[in-house]
């Protein structure tokens, strides 16, 4: 009766985190190194010098037979063992917990949401319906503008939340003092926790009482409706996303300017180069892979954005215009309540991440050859 009302799922949760650990007592036995054949374990191998050398007689062999004792000969062969599988498998013990939680919670979501892109679930019964998740997907009218959203964000992101820590980061490395206190400084907006800085954002973009209409009314400046006009809502999440996430990619582009060899610098003012012209003949050229990997990454954050938006103007914002693709993937699964149209959203959304990583470590691997 039990194994009737056994579904597959749990059989999975059940025997993954087994066969991980015994894999890794598998890793850990072979990883044991195993003696010599011809010779006991411990002992080194005879000299060529020894093996060519001329029989010795019975009294010559003795006045060199070693001395006793022979307390130091090495630990038996199954001591030895015992004490090799208990370092492997303290080694390997380490990592169980990580690989079991990495294997649950990100490998399992993955190929369940594979199947859940060609399922759909009414009434507690699940069936395979092909391609008609996808087809809903596509007629959806929301689904262009999430993508047109998705897009624009990642593009302004790029401007200012690649550019931006860049050139802090530039700054930063010119003082020669107070550098732990800066780093600190820039590093700060990321320990905040996102909803305190998202909150902190909106009391600014506030028509009624924010700063940033104090401020231009001050100046004699009109007020603005930040996230309140369609034009302007997207703006103001990007400025929000990127003060709160540039702390992190500066002091990573910082490190990556402090590995630079000052002598690169001291050459190129010799022949004349100007502030512009050594930061683009000599600091670009020298961080070009870590400002390569960062473009990476900052694609791949930006095109899954979803905070900021949903917190700052509610998900959709003024006529739609901060939808992006996994906000749209919140509503199917949480509002409409079509888990399979949200996994193939999703599908599609890691098939486009996937497709742009393959053809930046191709194109990566072709400047290097």
Not at 138 to 146: L, R, S, V
Not at 217 to 233: A, I, N, R, Y
Not at 351 to 359: E, I, K, N, T
Request: one cysteine or more; hydrophobic letters at 50%.
């Amino acid at each position: 009766m039990f194994t009737q009302h056994l579904s597959w799922r749990w059989v999975f949760y059940i025997n993954l985190p087994i066969g991980i650990v015994a894999l890794f007592v598998i890793a850990a036995v072979l990883h044991i190194p195993r003696p010599a054949r011809g010779r006991q374990p411990g002992r080194p191998a005879p000299r060529s010098d020894e093996m060519s050398a001329p029989s010795l007689t019975p009294s010559t062999a003795a006045s060199r037979r070693p001395s006793p004792p022979y307390e130091t000969d090495p630990a038996p062969p199954t001591g030895r063992f015992a004490r090799d599988l208990k370092r492997n498998l303290t080694a390997h013990g380490f990592l169980i917990g990580a690989v079991v939680c990495f294997a649950v919670f990100s490998w399992y979501p993955m190929v369940r949401e594979f199947f859940l892109a060609f399922q759909k679930t009414e009434n507690g019964a699940t069936s395979w319906v092909g391609l008609d998740n996808l087809v809903t997907v596509f007629n959806d009218p929301a689904f262009w503008q999430a993508w047109r959203n998705t897009l624009l964000f990642t593009v302004l992101a790029l401007v200012f939340g690649f550019a931006v820590p860049f050139v802090v980061a530039l700054v930063i490395n010119e003082f020669h003092h107070g550098q732990g206190y800066l780093r600190l400084l820039v590093y700060l907006p990321v320990m905040l926790p996102p909803v305190a800085s998202v909150l902190l954002f909106k009391y600014l973009y506030d028509p009624g009482y924010g700063l940033l209409n104090e401020m231009l009314t001050s100046v004699g400046l009109p007020e603005q409706q930040w996230l309140q006009d369609p034009g302007l809502s997207m703006l103001s999440v990007v400025v929000a996303s990127t003060w709160m996430n540039m702390g992190g990619a500066a002091l990573i582009y910082l490190a990556a300017l402090q590995s630079i060899p000052g002598e690169l610098y001291e050459a190129a003012e010799l022949d004349g180069a100007g502030l512009f012209r050594k930061i683009w003949h000599v600091t670009i050229p020298q961080t070009r892979l870590i400002l390569s990997l960062m473009l990476l990454m900052q694609i791949i954050a930006t095109m899954q954005v979803f905070v900021e938006p949903f917190l700052l103007t509610g998900g959709a914002g003024p006529e739609g215009s901060t939808t992006t693709v996994v906000y749209l993937i919140y509503q199917y699964a949480f509002n409409f309540n079509n888990y399979g149209a949200a996994a193939a959203l999703g599908l599609l959304l890691l098939v486009l991440l996937a497709g742009f990583s393959a053809a930046y470590v191709r194109l990566s691997r072709a400047e290097d050859e």
